[in-house]
């Protein structure tokens, strides 16, 4: 006597929902398909539509989406770009903005956001921030689309594998934490991450924070003497300050090392006067001090997590306004504890992500992470 078996489930007929006909495997896979976001089998005639991660849809699933005018793929309609009154999707909105991504030598004249009534030498940061990976066009299309032209532009770079280096315009602390300012930047990462871009998770890319010369003083001694206060700080401190960047050890070397400025009993002016020497052989120091204009802070790690992005700027604001309002022999006698307590009452604007941040890598003090807590 032979054994009854379960017959085999491939071979079992099949129902398309709202088709009251059973179908043979072979003839389901001709007359009907399986939508690929609800799981549903449909005649083939429902009206199916291919997404453009190639998924196929019904028109259920696919309600709210449009067809881009370009490449003829389908989308939300809500995560496209309007280019010359047509829908397309924003790899297709990259490529009619041929050119978005400018040389690395491009640098445009600046255009200065300030809040009401700051002073033309207030603090301001020009912001590098370097992404790799994924579809670099698409990411640079969603981003100019909302923040393009008066707030940021885009350069390529060598030392990036398919990337490409998003640069602000100088922005003051006030605006970059005010509402506008943190949603920009949570814009940015949001449709970097869309399209596949990376910046921590990458051998290759940094985060730099440019800052103006002039705020901290139009004369010469006044300069000299920013600029080997913030040496004396990088070379300092320099430990702490790798934990901060997040950076490997070999990559911080390479882009951003210590500059091992001499030992002096001169007097201030002399001692940054050689310590400038020393800074200027090369642009791959923690504190670049070759650009004219800026001083620029190169030894952070990329990334694409806003909140570490502004306790990123709120570091340097701080540093710089503390800096600024301090000797070179205070911050030479302060340890990291004392000093990363006056980069936080120094910031000028709301520092709770930088605080977060110094809590979560053990840079901050027992008596200050009380007070935070309390």
Partial sequence: MRELREPDPARRAAEAE???????????????RVCDGCGRRLPRESGFIRDGRGRALCPDCAEGYAEC????????????????????????SARRLDGA???????????????????????????????????????????????GEDWV????????????????????????????????WADVCAAAVAEGMRSHDTRTCGLHVHVNRDFFGKGETARALAEYKLLTVADRFFEP??????????????????????ASRDGWLASARGAARVSRDTRYHAVNTTNEHTIEFRLFRGTL??????????????????????????????????????????????????????????????GRRGALCA
């Fill in 69 to 92: 005018a370009d490449c003829g793929e389908w989308f939300p309609a809500g995560d496209m770009a309007r280019r010359d009154g047509d829908l397309v999707c924003w790899r297709c």
């Fill in 305 to 366: 997590k806003p909140e570490t992005l502004l306790a990123t700027f709120q570091f340097v604001a701080g540093l710089c306004h503390l800096a600024k309002a301090s000797t070179p022999g205070m911050l030479q006698r302060v340890n990291w504890y004392e000093l990363a307590d006056g980069v936080l009452d120094a910031c000028p604007t709301e520092s709770d992500e930088l605080a977060a941040y110094l809590l979560a890598r053990e840079l901050m003090t027992e």
């Fill in 241 to 262: 300050l790798a934990i901060f960047s997040r950076r490997r050890r070999d990559r911080l070397d390479q882009w951003a090392g210590r500059t091992c400025l001499p």
């Fill in 18 to 32: 709202g088709d009251p006909r059973r179908l043979c495997p072979t003839c389901a896979s001709e007359l009907t």
């Fill in 153 to 184: 532009y885009f350069k390529s770079d060598s030392s990036l594998d398919c990337g490409v280096e998003l640069v602000t315009h100088p922005i003051s602390p006030l605006v970059l934490m005010s509402e506008g300012g943190r949603a920009m």
């Fill in 101 to 147: 991504i400018c040389s690395y030598g491009y640098k445009p004249r600046p255009r200065f956001h300030r809040a009401e009534g700051e002073a033309g030498n207030s603090l301001v940061l020009g912001i590098e921030l370097e992404m790799d990976g994924g579809d670099r066009a698409a990411a640079v299309a969603r981003i100019a689309e909302k923040w």
